[in-house]
């Protein structure tokens, strides 16, 4: 499983894209911050189309919701 926070490459990073779209396992995408309600260019990520989920806004405590969320996706495949 993988959980990525990836900053400013989430919005122009397609290298970082390709090289998920390869792994098989659980993504999550992870903000610290909300992208939505910040600047127009925040608001697309070029992650999101090839993760399970993402977490957004909810700061450092985005680490454990994020985590929590690949565990779950983990048992639902097992």
């Not at 600047?39 to 993760?51: D, F, M």
């Amino acid at each position: 499983a993988v959980v990525i926070n990836a900053g400013a490459f989430t919005h122009y990073a397609y290298a970082l894209t390709d090289a998920l779209a390869t792994f098989d396992g659980v993504k999550v995408e992870l903000h610290l911050s909300n992208p939505g309600a910040r600047e127009e260019w925040r608001h697309r990520s070029v992650i999101t189309p090839v993760v399970h989920g993402v977490v957004a806004g909810f700061g450092r405590e985005g680490y454990r919701l994020a985590l929590e969320g690949t565990v779950a996706k983990l048992r639902d495949q097992g």
